[in-house]
Every structure is written in C-alpha cells, then in structure tokens.
T-cell receptor
Framework: GEDVEQSLFLSVREGDSSVINCTYT??????LYWYKQEPGAGLQLLTY?????DMKQDQRLTVLLNKKDKHLSLRIADTQTGDSAIYFC????????????FGTGTRLKVLA | NAGVTQTPKFQVLKTGQSMTLQCAQD?????MSWYRQDPGMGLRLIHY???????DQGEVPNGYNVSRSTTEDFPLRLLSAAPSQTSVYFC??????????FGPGTRLTVT
C-alpha cells in the first residue's frame, strides 16, 4: 500500500539551513505537501508541489522533488527558533485528492 | 470564514462511554475527512466523505462511525470508547483537486 516515511528528529543551530527529507511509495501521487504543526495546534499548510515539478521556492522554503527516487525534501533557509515544530510530508493518494497519506512527522528543534 | 471548526477541544471519557466529535466547515468543501494523530505514527485516516450522503472507511475505521447529512457537518461518533482511542483527532476539508484545511483538533483521553 501507499506509505510515506520521514526521520523523526532533526536539530539545527539558529541561522543554519534545515533539510527535512521524505520518501513515498505511490508513484501516481498528484500533489505532495508539507505541513507544519506547532505544539498544541493543528496542521498549517506550508507549501505543496505538483508532481510534474522538480522544485518550488517560496521565500525561505525550497521544495525539491525527485520522482525517480520518490524523494521529497523541504529546505528552510536561515532557520529561526520560531521554526521549531513538527513537519509532516503528505501525498494525495492515487485514489483521489481527498485521501492524503501522511508521514510520521519530523520534529525540528532549533538551537539558539 | 471560520474555516474548519472542531468541538470539543478536550474530552475525557471512561471506557465504554460513547460520544460525538463535531466538525463543521463553512467553505462549501465537498470533501471532508477525519484523522487521528498518535506519537510516532503521523496522521491516520479514519473515515472520509466525498459529499453529502457519501462516506467511506479509511485506514483505521474500527470503533468509529460517521455520517454526512449536510455539506457543512461531518461528525465522528465513538460507539464504546476504549483506551486505544486516546489520541488527537483532526478533521479536514478540501475542494476537489484542492489542498486540505485542518481544524484545530480534539484531544481525547479514554480512561
């Protein structure tokens, strides 16, 4: 079945770049997403990429998609303490865009 | 627009009790879904709906019922609560081919 995998933890120093990685199995995914969850809060959509794109940049965020390897990454430039959160990768399943498969989430800790 | 709203925010139940988690959206989205979030497991799909009157099971449907009598509302019912249902529950909605919007979540503890 469809699966999305992420590493559980990442720690970086303030001002450095963070790279959060994700692998997925469904090669027919239409969209891939990155969500941010702050403590005690819901999920906030950060960015998404259509499956026919290789890269998308949005201010400090850069998303890279390698369809051949089914690998998605999120790069946060100049990471700040406010970026500390859990980041979820998700794909819309091949069954339709109303079913989303989420990764386990990567907890990013930014050290001052 | 209020977006996706969920009530209650917190709930404590005893084993065997039943309750309904409420979810409403005011964006006229066709698609709505319920997820549960457990540590180290990400979000898992419980049930989803592609329109009023249509529901289907997700990855972990056992112990939960849903109905969709209107476009706006998608309640999740726990029939007989069990400690394994202790979790954070998120409701989401989206238009066709659109990105999902999530509610703030309901934190449920079953003792």
């Amino acid at each position: 079945g469809e699966d999305v995998e992420q590493s559980l933890f990442l720690s970086v120093r303030e001002g450095d770049s963070s790279v959060i990685n994700c692998t997925y199995t469904d090669s027919s995914s239409t969209y891939l997403y990155w969500y941010k969850q702050e403590p005690g809060a819901g999920l906030q959509l950060l960015t998404y990429i259509f499956s026919n794109m290789d890269m998308k940049q949005d201010q400090r965020l850069t998303v890279l998609l390698n369809k051949k390897d089914k690998h998605l990454s999120l790069r946060i430039a100049d990471t700040q303490t406010g970026d500390s959160a859990i980041y979820f990768c998700a794909e819309s399943s091949s069954s339709g865009t109303y079913k989303y498969i989420f990764g386990t989430g990567t907890r990013l800790k930014v050290l001052a | 627009n209020a977006g996706v709203t969920q009530t209650p925010k917190f709930q404590v139940l005893k084993t065997g009790q039943s309750m309904t988690l409420q979810c409403a959206q005011d964006m006229n989205h066709e698609y709505m879904s319920w997820y549960r979030q457990d540590p180290g497991m990400g979000l898992r799909l419980i049930h989803y709906s592609v329109g009023a009157g249509i529901t289907d099971q997700g990855e972990v449907p056992n112990g939960y019922n849903v109905s969709r009598s209107t476009t706006e509302d998608f309640p999740l019912r726990l029939l007989s609560a069990a400690p394994s249902q202790t979790s954070v529950y998120f409701c989401a909605s989206s238009p066709p081919l659109g990105t999902p919007s999530f509610g703030p979540g309901t934190r449920l503890t079953v003792t």
